[in-house]
T-cell receptor, first 111, second 113 residues
Framework: DAGITQSPRHKVTETGTPVTLRCHQT?????MYWYRQDPGHGLRLIHY???????DKGEVSDGYSVSRSKTEDFLLTLESATSSQTSVYFC??????????FGQGTRLTVV | AQSVTQLGSHVSVSEGALVLLRCNYS??????LFWYVQYPNQGLQLLLK??????LVKGINGFEAEFKKSETSFHLTKPSAHMSDAAEYFC???????????FGAGTRLTVKP
């Protein structure tokens, strides 16, 4: 399996607190993605990156920001968590035209 | 932007029966198309992909899919279902230049003994 790890795997946080999820890949892939998975919606793209410091919004980017200071790391930040952001978050990495490799997911609960 | 519609959020088949999971896409450019499988509490694994060339694509575990441009479809099939095929399946589309991969809502496959 491709080396892509997410941390933490589980987190419970309170409404209004900032939260950062981390994604680390060892494949030197150019592209990295953050998705959220919710029942009935499949995976929805939050943000993606096409290189160091190069990021773009996906379809559900409101309330989220990302940063990529190194090829291997892609951070997702919820500036002020809300209950609607309770979800399972997946990170993925990819080289253009090839398959995307996914992390194991982070289950985030906002109470 | 691209989009994907998966017809049927739940599909149930008997063991040994044909599996057919439907996917239609929308894309303004020739797309890359993918099928992924997700087992409980795991990430997604690639089953197969279409980029260019042959429109009938074979993947792992006996699955295959056919790219039909005229129908904007990329349906997933398997001739004979096995109990271990029970999982959630996602179709995805990507613009080869933009690489912003978009997923369908998923189809949960149940296999009955």
């Amino acid at each position: 399996d491709a080396g892509i790890t997410q941390s933490p795997r589980h987190k419970v946080t309170e409404t209004g607190t900032p939260v950062t999820l981390r994604c680390h890949q060892t494949e030197n892939h150019r592209y990295m993605y953050w998705y959220r998975q919710d029942p009935g919606h499949g995976l929805r793209l939050i943000h993606y990156s096409y290189g160091v410091k190069d990021t773009d919004k996906g379809e559900v980017s409101d309330g989220y920001s990302v940063s990529r200071s190194k090829t291997e790391d892609f951070l997702l930040t919820l500036e002020s968590a809300t209950s609607s952001q309770t979800s399972v978050y997946f990170c993925a990495s990819q080289e253009q035209g090839y398959e995307a490799f996914f992390g194991q997911g982070t289950r985030l609960t906002v109470v | 932007a691209q989009s994907v519609t998966q017809l049927g959020s739940h599909v149930s088949v008997s063991e040994g029966a044909l599996v057919l999971l439907r996917c239609n896409y929308s894309s303004s450019v020739p797309p890359y198309l993918f099928w992924y499988v997700q087992y409980p509490n795991q990430g997604l694994q690639l089953l197969l992909k279409y980029t260019t060339g042959a429109t009938l694509v074979k993947g792992i575990n006996g699955f295959e899919a056919e790219f039909k441009k005229s129908e904007t479809s990329f349906h997933l099939t398997k001739p004979s279902a096995h109990m271990s095929d029970a999982a959630e399946y996602f179709c995805a589309v990507s613009d080869p230049q933009a690489n912003d991969m978009r997923f369908g809502a998923g189809t949960r496959l149940t296999v009955k003994p």
